[in-house]
T-cell receptor, first 113, second 112 residues
Framework: NAGVTQTPKFRVLKTGQSMTLLCAQD?????MYWYRQDPGMGLRLIHY???????AKGEVPDGYNVSRLKKQNFLLGLESAAPSQTSVYFC????????????FGDGTRLSIL | AQSVTQLDSHVSVSEGTPVLLRCNYS??????LFWYVQHPNKGLQLLLK??????LVKGINGFEAEFKKSETSFHLTKPSAHMSDAAEYFC??????????FGAGTRLAVHP
């Protein structure tokens, strides 16, 4: 019963490098989300998806892209990493009916030098 | 628009004493509300949720919260703190279609 799995757990990048964060859920949830968490700011929504093949912008989408080619996977890409993107990234998923709570992964700690 | 305010950024208690983490919400209607807990280097785990069925909501690990519409509050309590309760706690309200609005968090420290 894995729930929401994020890979990698840690990564250090140089400014300008690109990378992709992977989120996988095994609960057949329709909705998936990417957040970033910074000290004193709670979680801020980057992008989200309401189903396979659909994505939408959240609160802080600039500098990120996402894709949802399969229902169980939601990818977050950084095309050209910047130090301001140093953060902890969380993926979440939930059922698409009603005000259901979101289920979170354990996070990816990303440092941009 | 919906919003939540967590009134304390840090709370420190002794083991065995009560815990009170305060949350006020702003909403034009009676909202759903959640409390999540985040232990170090972990993701967020749902503690409890309010969905208007009952104003006193019981969650996991002995936590409960009471929805008070007149005070626009949803404070989280526990009668007796345990060392394992040390974590960060987030009060959360759905912010419209597909979105959650998070409070800034309250870090709970529990001392022996």
């Amino acid at each position: 019963n894995a729930g929401v799995t994020q890979t990698p757990k840690f990564r250090v990048l140089k400014t300008g490098q690109s990378m992709t964060l992977l989120c996988a859920q095994d609960m057949n949830h329709e909705y998936m989300y990417w957040y970033r968490q910074d000290p004193g700011m709670g979680l801020r929504l980057i992008h989200y998806s309401v189903g396979e093949g659909t994505t939408a912008k959240g609160e802080v989408p600039d500098g990120y892209n996402v894709s949802r080619l399969k229902k169980q996977n939601f990818l977050l890409g950084l095309e050209s990493a910047a130090p301001s993107q140093t953060s902890v990234y969380f993926c979440a998923s939930r059922r698409g009916v009603g005000n259901q709570p979101q289920h979170f992964g354990d996070g990816t700690r990303l440092s941009i030098l | 628009a919906q919003s939540v305010t967590q009134l304390d950024s840090h709370v420190s208690v002794s083991e065995g004493t009560p815990v009170l983490l305060r949350c006020n919400y702003s909403s034009s209607y009676s909202p759903s509300l959640f409390w999540y807990v985040q232990h170090p280097n972990k993701g967020l785990q749902l503690l409890l949720k309010y969905t208007s069925a009952a104003t006193l909501v019981k969650g996991i690990n002995g936590f409960e919260a009471e929805f008070k519409k007149s005070e626009t509050s949803f404070h989280l309590t526990k009668p007796s703190a345990h060392m394992s309760d040390a974590a960060e706690y987030f009060c959360v309200v759905p912010g419209g279609y597909n979105k959650l609005i998070f409070g800034a968090g309250t870090r709970l420290a529990v001392h022996p």
